[in-house]
């Protein structure tokens, strides 16, 4: 379902906000070149200005009333004015271009703005991009353009410079757990997921991913058993990590997992217990806060972070795990 301007003002105020005052000033660009991260909602708000323009009766003058036949069209993706152009196999083609082109070439059937939309613009084809160039360069009368990309730096700096340029910053933490708990996520699971990923359809994957769910419990259990001894700690390590956390994303995951929980246990000394993301553990990790200082706590995500760089400069996992278990556990109390 189509989310309305004020759902996705939450989400993108300066945006909503430059959009908006395009409108009521009669100053909507030709070409807008939308640019950031993939789930910050950058093909909506495309959906949303097009609603905008064509709207029979703007509320404030600029808000589309989601009610009248051009906003519900433009909803159910059939209306004959708007378009929407996305890469054929791996690329945008010039016959799709050609096509657009060919659909804009006649007068708006019914209404007086012609709008399309391109996804993943950065994946035209040079022959494609060239064609489009053309189209920007000669715009029609009451034609909108949007270009969406995650990549502004693979497209033809010809083409940049005839869009108006966008930028979509990333969702908040908190914008994205109340995003989650809106399409069905358990309140307690919400803001852990939202710190892993700033994409709201990679969360619900993960959510429901069996990998994930046990991946958790093992992060938890390793965090314990570094309170014990070094033995024990590797131990873990062999039976329960290097048995779970394979492929090199799967291990920054659990990285990722594993720093969470030392920044609750900072977040609940400093107490911000609001800000605690492991909300079914957060009684027993109040103990663990107990048991370390806020200087420990920050030399022990310095080290995780230490192994993430390790990680991706292709250092080999079970060594590095061995490396930072040993490392976690300096200037703790072996029992």
């Known amino acids: 379902m189509a989310k309305t301007w004020d759902e996705l003002e939450r989400l993108q105020p300066n945006v909503l906000k430059m959009i908006k005052n395009s409108i009521l000033k009669n100053r909507v660009a030709h070409a807008y070149l939308f640019e950031g991260m993939r789930g910050t909602g950058k093909k909506q708000i495309s959906i949303l200005l097009a609603k905008s323009i064509n709207c029979q009766a703007p509320l404030d003058g600029y808000k589309p009333c989601e009610s009248c036949s051009n906003c519900k069209r433009i909803n159910s993706g059939n209306h004959p004015d708007i378009h929407l152009v996305e890469p054929d196999g791996l690329s945008i083609k010039k016959g799709q271009i050609q096509q657009l082109q060919e659909e804009f070439s006649k007068t708006g059937v ?16 040079t022959n494609a991009a060239n064609s489009l160039l053309k189209f920007l360069e000669e715009p029609h009368a009451g034609t909108v ?11 033809l700096p010809t083409i940049l410079s005839r869009c108006q340029m966008i930028n979509f910053t990333p969702l908040s933490p908190k914008n994205m757990a109340e995003q989650l708990i809106a399409n069905g996520i358990q309140p307690q699971m919400a803001p852990l997921l939202a710190q892993l990923t700033n994409n709201l359809e990679e969360a619900l994957e993960i959510s429901n991913d069996d990998w994930f769910a046990q991946a958790q419990k093992i992060v938890l259990k390793l965090y314990e058993v570094l309170k014990k001894s070094s033995l024990e700690a590797m131990v ?13 994303e799967q291990i920054d995951r659990g990285l990722d997992l594993l720093l969470l929980i030392f920044k609750d246990l900072l977040y609940i000394q400093l107490g911000k217990k609001d800000q605690v993301v492991y909300l079914n553990e957060s009684s027993r990790l109040e103990q663990f806060a107990l048991q370390t200082s806020g200087r420990r706590l920050t030399e022990q995500m310095a080290a995780i972070l230490e192994a993430k760089r390790k990680l ?9 795990m061995e490396e930072l278990v040993l490392k976690l556990q300096e200037g703790s109390t072996l029992v």
């Open 110 to 125: 019914e209404s007086k703005n012609k709008f399309y939309t391109i996804v993943h613009a950065d994946r035209m084809t």
């Open 236 to 248: 873990a390590l062999q039976e329960n990590w290097f048995m779970h956390f394979k492929e090199k």
């Open 312 to 320: 991706h400069a292709n250092m080999n996992p079970q060594l590095l």
């Open 145 to 155: 353009a949007v270009l969406i990309t995650e990549q502004a730096q693979q497209m």
